[in-house]
């Protein structure tokens, strides 16, 4: 639920469009408005607001840590550091260090920078050089006098969102630390992936909405205004995606991928490859908007002439992975790993006799987010990445593909990929702006 304040600030004119969680996509949805960057920067700054008051408190006694500390050098951030510069902040400056510290007994946490310059309003700076002209010894003299039974800080060999200490910061904080210190020091390694991968009311609010303007930029692509068929190729197609975001003032993070499947043909087709009546088109694409990222991948039939939908076996491929989806969202356990969702998935839809790939991720923050791996589309037999529990208040990308012989192209053997966002709220899990329900159709003329 959103708080009153929350919300009011949500209804103004200049609010991101706020829609309902819906498994049902609108197969061409209008282009949402786009905030101005002042407006977004705002916003940042509310959710960022949020998330200091309410994840980290919550993760940090989760986790039994008394003291958190992160830092970074200027364009080399910690990945989670970055997360938390204010809206109008691009990189840490010189040296930032952050320091998170719960004194116990419900209190609040502090949050302090010991660093020439803070982070908007959301952290004391308690570091003058002019006093201390040595910033690890002040960071030194700083936990001494709160004296913290754990002290995390990030190194991780496993995930390198909790793994942005570096050897030389390392050195030069242990150096400055007193010895009695140094085996209270912990790895913040879940700290940094509980931090990246929580979802805030407001965050939940605002998301579906970012969805919908990626699904608003694959309906113009996947049309006759962006497509002609006999003219167009993939690599046009492709471009003119990036175009799209980018005079939308957006960003992408990573290059869109638009590719073919053709009867006759093997694999995908791409690049130069001119489009024609009867291809099945295939993008994935994402896009990076109020720091949420997005990842979509959707399916379109170039219709012949004379056709009025896609053969029946392609449409029946799309249904086998609409299905496979669904067995893998009923498949999310809380507190269950990675591996461990991904085997049920696999069994479940192995039962059904159908013939399948999974390799979902989490999102938010980053593409890739922080979190437990299911499966991956080289490995499905479970990773060491995949051992990490699936935890409630966390947004996915439910991603897989099916595999089907199509008796209308000579039973030629078709891959179906599909991949929508979604959100678990540790009981079911809930698309956030719906899911491609049929292969959208595109006109041979």
Known sequence: MLTTALALALATPASPLILPMTDVEDPAPAMPAILPLKDRAELVDTIL????????????????????ILMSREYFEDPVTRSMLDGKEFSARRRTILIFHDP???????????????????????????????????????IAERDPAKIAINYSD??????????????????????????RITSGETLSIRWLESRTPTELAIYPGIVRIAHAIIGEAFSNKVITPGTTTADEVRWWMRERVQQLGL????????????????????????????????????????????????????????????????????????????????????????????????????????????YSHPIGHHGHGAGTAIGFWDNQNGDPRGEYPVNPGTTWSIELTTYADVHEWGGQRVDFRSEEDAYFDGETVRYLDGRQGEITLIGSE
């Open 49 to 68: 607001a949020e998330r200091f008051e309410t994840v980290i408190p919550a993760i940090m006694r989760e986790q039994g840590v008394d003291m958190w």
């Open 104 to 142: 116990g007994d419900g209190q609040p946490i502090e949050r302090l920078s010991a660093s020439r310059y803070g982070i908007a309003d959301f952290f004391e700076v308690v570091w003058d050089p002019a006093d201390q002209p040595d910033q690890w010894k002040a960071v030194a003299d700083l």
């Open 158 to 183: 496993t995930s390198a969102f909790g793994d942005g200490m570096t050897l030389s910061q390392y050195r030069l904080m242990m150096a400055a630390l007193p010895e009695r210190y140094h085996d």
């Open 251 to 358: 960003k992408v993070w990573f290059h869109p991928s638009v590719a073919i499947q053709r009867q006759g043909e093997e694999g995908f087709l791409s690049g130069d490859m001119v489009i024609q009546p009867g291809d099945l088109l295939w993008t994935d694409f994402g896009i990076t908007y109020l720091r949420l990222n997005t990842d979509t991948q959707h399916l379109a039939y170039v219709l012949k002439p004379g056709e009025t939908e896609a053969p029946a076996g392609l449409r029946q491929g799309l249904e086998n992975t609409k299905r496979t989806a669904d067995i893998l969202r009923q498949s999310f356990v809380a507190g269950q790993s990675g591996n461990q969702v991904l085997a049920t998935a696999r069994a479940r839809a192995a039962a059904e006799g159908l013939d399948v790939s999974i």
